[in-house]
T-cell receptor
Framework: EAQVTQNPRYLITVTGKKLTVTCSQNMNHEYMSWYRQDPGLGLRQIYYSMNVEVTDKGDVPEGYKVSRKEKRNFPLILESPSPNQTSLYFC?????????????FGPGTRLTVT | AQKITQTQPGMFVQEKEAVTLDCTYDTSDQSYGLFWYKQPSSGEMIFLIY??????QNATEGRYSLNFQKARKSANLVISASQLGDSAMYFCATAGGSNYKLTFGKGTLLTVNP
């Protein structure tokens, strides 16, 4: 079954305590990305990766880091979380063909930073 | 740059009836794709359907179809035979050319009444 998994699903943490949200896909997709969803602001892209060792900033990259050492994994790192990073985070994995495109999202991670 | 407009903040439909959710888009790309996602109250983003800008036929996936009118820049989602489980937020999104980032609309909250 085609899947994007994220862990943890829920996380409450304190300001400044480094955390990592993992993301893994089993579809052999080259393209992966991270979004955050906030009320009134919709979904915004944080970072994306076109392939292993190739990453770039999205619309709201400040305060986040990513890495892509393996094709299937794309973790999101918050080195020093702050309350304004409280949000619902989605990892996405995409197939971008000439005639067809698909983008699947993980189940989401609800992060609260106090 | 891309923009998605969903003008219906909320829609109501009776069970077993069809419903159309509106989406208009603006893009300067010659080649682009249109996506619809469902987000139930549990929070996950579920990929429903994709339409490529060069596809001559409207996309269909089970009870979902996409009414694509390129000249009017609209990509409405039609759900046939609504079910109670269709109650959710629905998002229209677009991505253009080689830019894999999805730009989302603000969503339409669909409520299916028994």
């Amino acid at each position: 079954e085609a899947q994007v998994t994220q862990n943890p699903r829920y996380l409450i943490t304190v300001t400044g305590k480094k955390l990592t949200v993992t993301c893994s896909q089993n579809m052999n997709h080259e393209y992966m990305s991270w979004y955050r969803q906030d009320p009134g602001l919709g979904l915004r892209q944080i970072y994306y990766s076109m392939n292993v060792e190739v990453t770039d900033k999205g619309d709201v990259p400040e305060g986040y880091k990513v890495s892509r050492k393996e094709k299937r994994n794309f973790p999101l790192i918050l080195e020093s979380p702050s309350p304004n990073q409280t949000s619902l985070y989605f990892c996405a994995s995409s197939f971008w063909g000439r005639d067809h495109r698909e983008q699947y999202f993980g189940p989401g991670t609800r992060l609260t930073v106090t | 740059a891309q923009k998605i407009t969903q003008t219906q903040p909320g829609m109501f439909v009776q069970e077993k009836e069809a419903v159309t959710l509106d989406c208009t888009y603006d893009t300067s790309d010659q080649s682009y794709g249109l996506f619809w996602y469902k987000q139930p109250s549990s929070g996950e983003m579920i990929f429903l359907i994709y339409q490529g800008s060069y596809d001559e036929q409207n996309a269909t996936e089970g009870r979902y179809s996409l009414n694509f009118q390129k000249a009017r820049k609209s990509a409405n989602l039609v759900i046939s035979a609504s079910q109670l489980g269709d109650s959710a937020m629905y998002f229209c999104a677009t991505a253009g050319g080689s830019n894999y980032k999805l730009t989302f609309g603000k969503g339409t909250l669909l409520t299916v009444n028994p």
